[in-house]
């Protein structure tokens, strides 16, 4: 397979053609065979030169044809251009003008372009006698050469090229071959006259009107672009426009209102460029006080609003110490009236709490770190219970209210669960069985008089209406139908209803 930067014979012959200014011309002389398997002949005529060739096709003929015009013309060759770079070579595909403005910034030189005016190419005849290429009505511009100045430091190069950007490579690049064996130079204190020039070297890539208004700002004048005047017919108007920077003004016309303000720019720049140069102020420092990396959080009463788990772990954050560890230890009770049991580990300290979820236990175990550890409670105990009353295993209110009563401390206040079992334990018992008696020193307690202990049956039923509503009809009733001594139920002390009732279902019941 061919090569596909080689160039084919053809344009090889249409290059020597051009360098003479002649035109190839192919002709097809004869073609034969059958259809399968034709043979073309095809003249090539290049001046007074005339070569001939065959082949199986027409471009293969032509390609013949061009090779024996190569090897046998007397023409003058041109010379063999000069190969090209390899893009792949440099790598990143850095442009010469940006490598020399990193190696210009070393040196603590400046890149300078500054464009000069285009020449055209000298000995330059255009062929108009190649038809559909050329057409003699028409007369297309000579191209020209565009030169740009470089300028680094105390060193000029010429570029040239036929755009201005490839102007400015080519001055790079030779800037690239002078400078780069050459030592950095060091840097001496520069004066306020090379400081200024300096200055005017940098503001020729700036436009004239930036320059009006950064010599404004810098003296603190007004700035103003006024249109005065149009003038001319609406193919050819001419625009008059006035600058004002403070107290200087000019003017400037132009065919557009960009290049007339660009021309009254250019000559109020010549009036301010007379102004004294004003002096350098320094500006004095200013120290800014350091901030702290972290807000201690130390106070007993830091974040007494807050959820005490995030406290905990701002606390410990401040401290730079490890964060809380937590762990579930255990949980127990009904499906529906579940009690979780969290621990908090600080360092040696551990606390636990207790909650009918894992985030309520998480919650009560912090608060109880939090208050071992010295600070000051998270939210009033008074507003805790109050958003915990009542709440299920899962953080809603619970489907069965429970009464609360002003009763004496020590009266144990039973869930439906447990009611639950005295049902089941009522079940397990021989229904109609007689009663029991136990004396009060069977119960403990030093008043006197029997009670009567009524069947399994009924036992849950007295116990649950004792409880809730602090009487009991049903065991009315069955002192009512004989099967007990007349005792008033309500004299019976609340103390005596839970040491009888826990007696009953095997409790213990004890005051902390």
């Given at each position: 397979?061919?090569?596909?930067?080689?160039?084919?014979?053809?344009?090889?012959?249409?290059?020597?053609?051009r360098?003479?200014?002649?035109?190839p011309?192919y002709?097809?002389?004869?073609?034969?065979?059958?259809?399968?398997a034709?043979?073309?002949?095809?003249q090539?005529?290049?001046?007074?030169?005339?070569?001939?060739?065959?082949?199986?096709?027409?471009k293969?003929?032509?390609?013949?044809?061009?090779?024996?015009?190569?090897?046998?013309s007397?023409?003058?060759?041109?010379l063999p251009?000069?190969?090209?770079?390899?893009?792949?070579?440099?790598?990143g595909?850095?442009t010469?003008?940006?490598?020399?403005?990193?190696?210009?910034?070393?040196?603590?030189?400046?890149?300078?372009?500054r464009?000069?005016?285009?020449?055209?190419i000298?000995?330059?005849?255009?062929?108009?006698?190649?038809?559909?290429?050329?057409?003699?009505?028409?007369h297309?511009?000579?191209?020209?050469?565009?030169?740009?100045?470089?300028?680094?430091?105390?060193?000029e190069?010429?570029?040239?090229?036929?755009?201005r950007?490839?102007?400015r490579?080519?001055?790079?690049?030779?800037?690239?071959?002078?400078?780069?064996?050459?030592?950095i130079?060091?840097?001496?204190?520069?004066?306020?006259e090379?400081k200024?020039?300096t200055e005017?070297?940098?503001?020729?890539?700036k436009?004239?009107?930036?320059?009006?208004?950064?010599?404004?700002?810098?003296?603190?004048?007004?700035?103003n672009?006024?249109?005065?005047k149009?003038s001319?017919?609406?193919?050819?108007?001419?625009?008059?426009?006035r600058?004002t920077v403070?107290?200087?003004?000019?003017?400037g016309?132009?065919?557009?209102?960009?290049?007339?303000?660009?021309?009254?720019?250019?000559?109020?720049?010549?009036?301010?460029?007379?102004?004294?140069?004003?002096?350098v102020?320094?500006?004095?420092?200013?120290?800014?006080?350091?901030?702290?990396?972290?807000?201690?959080?130390t106070?007993?009463?830091?974040?007494?609003?807050?959820?005490?788990?995030?406290?905990?772990?701002?606390?410990?954050q401040?401290?730079?110490?490890k964060?809380?560890e937590?762990?579930?230890?255990?949980?127990?009770?009904?499906?529906?009236?579940?009690?979780?049991?969290?621990?908090?580990?600080?360092?040696t300290e551990?606390?636990?709490?207790?909650?009918?979820?894992?985030?309520?236990?998480?919650?009560?175990a912090?608060?109880a770190m939090?208050?071992?550890?010295?600070?000051?409670?998270?939210?009033?105990l008074?507003?805790?219970?109050?958003?915990?009353?009542?709440?299920?295993?899962?953080?809603?209110?619970a489907?069965?209210?429970?009464?609360t009563t002003?009763?004496q401390?020590?009266?144990?206040?039973?869930?439906?669960?447990?009611?639950q079992?005295?049902?089941?334990s009522?079940n397990?018992?021989?229904?109609?069985?007689?009663?029991?008696?136990?004396t009060?020193k069977?119960?403990g307690?030093?008043?006197?008089g029997?009670?009567?202990?009524?069947?399994?049956g009924?036992?849950?039923?007295i116990?649950?209406?004792?409880?809730?509503?602090?009487t009991?009809?049903?065991a009315?009733?069955?002192i009512l139908?004989?099967k007990?001594p007349?005792?008033?139920?309500?004299?019976?002390?609340?103390?005596?209803q839970?040491?009888?009732?826990?007696?009953?279902?095997?409790?213990?019941v004890?005051?902390?």
């Open positions: 397979m061919a090569n596909p930067k080689e160039k084919t014979p053809m344009c090889l012959v249409n290059e020597l053609a360098f003479n200014r002649i035109q011309q002709k097809l002389l004869n073609e034969k065979g059958p259809a399968h034709k043979i073309f002949t095809v090539l005529c290049l001046g007074n030169q005339v070569w001939e060739s065959e082949g199986s096709s027409i293969k003929a032509q390609h013949s044809a061009a090779t024996k015009a190569l090897t046998e007397v023409l003058p060759r041109p251009r000069s190969p090209k770079a390899d893009c792949n070579s440099n790598p595909s850095i010469p003008t940006v490598e020399l403005n990193g190696l210009a910034m070393k040196r603590g030189e400046p890149a300078i372009y464009p000069l005016d285009p020449k055209p000298p000995n330059y005849r255009a062929n108009y006698n190649f038809r559909g290429m050329f057409n003699q009505r028409y297309y511009p000579v191209p020209k050469v565009f030169y740009v100045q470089l300028t680094v430091g105390n060193n190069f010429i570029g040239e090229g036929r755009t950007q490839a102007a490579h080519n001055a790079a690049m030779k800037a690239l071959q002078a400078l780069k064996n050459e030592p130079p060091e840097r001496p204190p520069q004066c306020s090379e200024k020039e005017e070297n940098s503001d020729v890539s436009s004239e009107i930036s320059l009006v208004y950064e010599i404004a700002l810098k003296r603190n004048l007004p700035v672009f006024e249109v005065l149009e001319g017919p609406p193919h050819m108007k001419s625009f008059l426009t600058v403070g107290e200087f003004s000019a003017e016309e132009g065919n557009s209102k960009k290049l007339s303000k660009k021309r009254a720019a250019l000559s109020i720049l010549q009036e301010l460029k007379k102004l004294p140069v004003l002096p102020v320094e500006k004095p420092k200013v120290h800014y006080k350091k901030r702290p990396k972290t807000i201690l959080k106070g007993p009463e830091y974040g007494q609003g807050m959820n005490p788990i995030s406290r905990l772990a701002q606390i410990q401040a401290k730079k110490e964060e809380p937590y762990m579930l230890l255990s949980e127990r009770g009904m499906p529906r009236r579940r009690e979780f049991i969290m621990q908090v580990k600080v360092g551990v606390t636990t709490g207790t909650g009918p979820n894992k985030k309520v236990a998480k919650r009560n912090a608060e939090l208050l071992q550890l010295g600070y000051k409670a998270s939210t009033p008074q507003n805790t219970l109050e958003k915990m009353d009542n709440k299920g295993w899962n953080g809603q209110r489907a069965f209210p429970e009464t002003n009763t401390k020590g009266i144990l206040h039973l869930s439906p669960d447990v009611y079992e005295m049902e089941a009522r397990k018992g021989v229904p109609g069985a007689p009663g029991n008696y136990l009060p069977d119960i307690q030093g008043s006197t029997p009670f009567y202990t009524p069947s399994v009924s036992t849950a039923a116990a649950r209406e004792l409880l809730l509503s602090g009991s009809p049903t009315e009733a069955l139908k004989g007990a007349a005792l008033a139920c309500g004299s019976i002390q609340p103390s005596q839970l040491e009888y009732l826990a007696h009953i279902q095997g409790f213990q004890w005051n902390k």
